[in-house]
């Protein structure tokens, strides 16, 4: 239905997931949860990201690409490459991974999988296979409980946002072929708007 009325305002918002105002694009809606992973597990921000994308195999609805590719360098030489899409992958590995490479061993994570530390020091961290049901359980009640005794501290709202600012450089950088360094993007003033005017009560 989008596809025959993209300006529809109801549409819109119905297929919010296809409407980078309203979604941030595939690497913020979707994809944060990959750079969330590398977020943790580097700490820091990076320092700059180049990237490109585009909107290839999936039909063109929206205004929301099928594929990311960044590369983001980080302080003492330290990168990571970060790729994404949204399309059949035809046989090859599915689902949210991140393999962060060391000295004395290599990190590998799965959202709904295996976590495992391979190398010198061998760690079966297990597996996290109900994660979308128990995860979300556990955050709501521990959401509940806060709000019903007060507490509204919080220690994940700091690297939750580090995480949105990081697909967001990523997004930028791609979009904008072209190098954008973290301390521009703190600077940027750019707002993504939708219009949904015409939006029935």
């Known amino acids: 239905m989008l596809k025959s009325n993209p300006d529809d305002p109801e549409l819109r918002l119905r297929a919010w ?16 949860h990959t750079l969330d992973v590398a977020n943790w597990i580097m700490r820091e921000p ?28 980080y ?24 393999r962060m490479f060391g000295s004395k061993g290599i990190l590998e994570t799965e959202y709904g999988g295996p976590v495992v530390i391979r190398g010198e020091n061998f760690f079966n961290g297990g597996r996290t296979t109900e994660i979308y049901e128990s995860g979300a359980v556990s ?7 806060s709000i019903m005794d007060g507490d509204f501290a919080n220690p ?13 450089l990523g997004r930028k950088a791609a979009l904008e072929k072209r190098r ?22």
């Open 17 to 32: 997931g296809l409407d980078r105002a309203l979604s941030g694009d595939i690497i913020t809606e979707q994809e944060i």
């Open 46 to 73: 990076p320092l700059w990201a180049v990237g490109t994308g585009g909107l290839k195999a999936r039909p063109k609805i929206g205004t929301c690409w099928d594929h990311f590719v960044v590369y983001y360098q």
């Open 75 to 98: 302080p003492n030489d330290v990168a990571v490459e970060f790729s994404g899409r949204q399309f059949k992958g035809h046989g090859t590995a599915e689902g949210i991974k991140n």
């Open 139 to 145: 955050n709501i009640a521990a959401f509940h409980k």
């Open 156 to 168: 994940t709202v700091a690297p939750s946002v580090q995480s949105n600012l990081i697909t967001i």
């Open 180 to 201: 954008v360094t973290w301390e521009e993007l703190l600077r940027d003033e750019e707002r993504l708007k939708p219009n949904l005017a015409g939006l029935k009560d």
